[in-house]
């Protein structure tokens, strides 16, 4: 239906509810609506009999009763419901189940059907990791984890199969209507199946499935080392991923967005690079990286604040930092990231990056097993630019190194009914702080605890989530949802804060208090536009080749004073 529709870019069907994201720009929330009610009429007089029969699958899982290690939880699963572990395995195994949404990681399937004396709640303290094919249950679900991963289910057995491959077409094993089937085998058939599927190009397993059409498998095609000018990683700082805009057209598989945390650096560092239409950077998170440049020079422009020291065969060049800045990177040197500023993200762009794409994007994504940048990786750059600095304030950099709490302006969330009108109204008038608990999923903050009208109204039954989301848990300590955030959640939403001050949230540092304004879905999509607007313009303020002009960082860098530290960086100058 995405394709259907002009402007839409995701569609995520759930238990309950059907997420649609557009662009605004090509299409308005009345229009889409419009169209969605449209042919949900159609749907309906047309019946279930108009609708294609889902596949059947057989699926084999070696249960936790003949392998303990695959069932960690079966024998307290048995005890709680009063039952024998071989009686849990009996019921969960005779069991029909129909997966009725895909989502939380690539290729998990929600299949409804437990039968009710297997229905337990989740964990109460979930695990850090969870097994690959580990077979879970929790409250009327049962679902097969297909990487490793965090998790609050009752883990009962292991499957062999493969869920979820880049060499298929489509990725995923299953589809919403699927109807599944589990059958117990022994730990000598798990280890021949584990066998016959492993590998970086496993088989689709047509010979457990009924009815539908095999996913193409493809081979990936050799790529030849790149030649001419390359980027070398010689050391890659923790955190290191590359992003572009982001992943669409692939959230109904469970595939997050991705990309880049803040948009508007991503967009400057290419044209910092002289490259503004590259589109895609290297986001760092911590210092400590070192790249090299190989057969050729490269063009590097760095959005955000980095302090970094260029080595070569003659030397290195005095430290400096750089803000908002290009350089240019001669063969065999090597540029060092020493420190980065007081912010949770800088970019790095260079001009002609050559990189591959999956499902349309470059972005790194971990769940999906994509993009990790490792020591000794290569990229080629056959494009050449001329460096820039931004020569124009940049008000998004003002606010990450101020000290005044963040402003970020959100609309009102799905479930913001379910928390009383004493506690919206502390959403919106008391200060909440960034905590440490942050990475490119979500972020959590802290303050005054955010209570729904029961606990139980926490939870809801699982619904589509997108960056930007704030979902409120039962300890009420709200948790913003980043571009890697599952595209299921199951959190009650209060809020959703809008794309233009998202980014500010997640450049912010542990520690940066912030304040929330509501505003309706029209100031949203008019604050947006006038966000765009001001990214083009910024851009527009990149002046080529750094010797035109003079700032302070210049002189201070030309004076070659030994121990000179930006007061700006209030770290390195003792000011923290």
């Known amino acids: 239906m995405a394709g259907k529709l002009d402007g839409i870019l995701d569609l995520v069907p759930a238990m309950r509810s059907l997420g649609i994201f557009f662009d605004p720009e090509r299409t308005d929330p009345r229009t889409v609506r419009q169209r969605i009610e449209a042919m949900l009429e159609v749907a309906t007089a047309l019946g279930e009999e108009s609708a294609e029969p889902g596949r059947r699958w057989r699926i084999p899982v070696c249960y936790g009763d003949v392998v303990p290690e695959f069932g960690p939880d079966l024998g307290e699963v048995a005890q709680r419901l009063g039952m024998s572990p071989e009686a849990v395995v009996r019921a969960h195994a005779d069991g029909c189940y129909r997966v009725e949404a895909i989502g939380f990681l690539p290729g998990f399937a929600y299949m409804g059907g437990l039968p009710e004396r297997l229905r337990l709640p989740r964990r109460e303290t979930p695990r850090t990791q969870v097994p690959p094919g580990s077979l879970a249950v929790a409250d009327a679900y049962t679902a097969i984890y297909p990487s490793p991963s965090p998790g609050g289910w009752h883990l009962l057995g292991r499957c062999p199969l493969p869920l979820f491959s880049l060499a298929w077409s489509p990725p995923g094993l299953f589809a919403p209507g699927d109807e599944i089937r589990f059958e117990p085998v022994d730990a000598a058939t798990f280890a021949a199946l584990a066998a016959r599927y492993g590998g970086e190009v496993p088989s689709w397993p047509e010979e457990f499935c009924t009815g539908g059409t095999p996913a193409a498998v493809r081979t990936p095609a050799e790529v030849p080392p790149p030649a001419g000018a390359r980027l070398v990683w010689e050391r890659v700082a923790p955190g290191t991923t590359l992003q572009d805009r982001g992943r669409f057209g692939w959230r109904h598989l469970g595939v997050s967005s991705a990309g880049a945390l803040a948009p508007s650096w991503l967009a400057l560092a290419a044209a910092l690079a002289g490259d503004p239409a590259l589109g895609l950077a290297f986001e760092m998170s911590l210092p400590g990286s070192v790249l090299r440049a190989e057969g050729g020079d490269l063009t590097i422009g760095i959005a955000g604040v980095a302090r970094v020291r260029v080595e070569g065969a003659e030397g290195a060049r ?89 402003r970020l302006r ?77 595209t299921i959640g199951g959190y009650a939403k209060i809020a959703t804060v809008i794309e233009p001050d998202l980014e500010r949230l997640a450049l912010a540092l542990p520690g940066r208090r912030v304040r929330f304004v509501a505003v309706d879905v029209e100031e949203a999509l008019q604050l947006r536009r006038q966000w765009h607007h001001a990214q083009e313009s910024l851009i527009r303020q990149v002046r080529r080749g750094g010797l035109d002009f003079l700032s302070p960082e210049r002189l201070l860098e030309l004076n070659l004073i030994d121990g000179v530290c930006d007061a700006r960086d209030q770290r390195e100058c003792g000011l923290r």
């Open 410 to 486: 959100f609309v009102w969330g799905p479930q913001a009914h379910r928390f009383p009108e004493a506690m919206r109204a502390t959403w919106t008038s008391e200060e909440f702080a960034v905590t440490a608990r942050a990475d490119r999923m979500g972020v959590r903050l802290e303050g005054p605890a955010l209570r729904a009208e029961t606990p139980a109204a926490h939870g809801i039954v699982s619904e589509p989530s997108m960056a930007g989301c704030v979902q409120v848990p039962a300890d009420g300590q709200p948790i913003v949802l980043l571009r890697d955030a599952q």
């Open 318 to 406: 005095p430290a400096r930092w750089l803000r908002h800045e290009g350089l240019t990177l001669t063969a065999g040197e090597r540029l060092v990231i020493e420190r980065l500023g007081a912010m949770r993200a800088v970019y790095l762009a260079v001009a002609g990056l050559q990189v591959p794409t999956v499902l349309g994007s470059a972005a790194s994504d971990r769940w999906l097993g994509w993009g990790a940048i490792t020591p000794g990786a290569t990229f080629a750059a056959d494009g050449e630019g001329v460096p820039g600095r931004l020569v124009a304030p940049d008000p998004l950099l003002a606010e990450i190194e101020g000290e005044e709490p963040l």
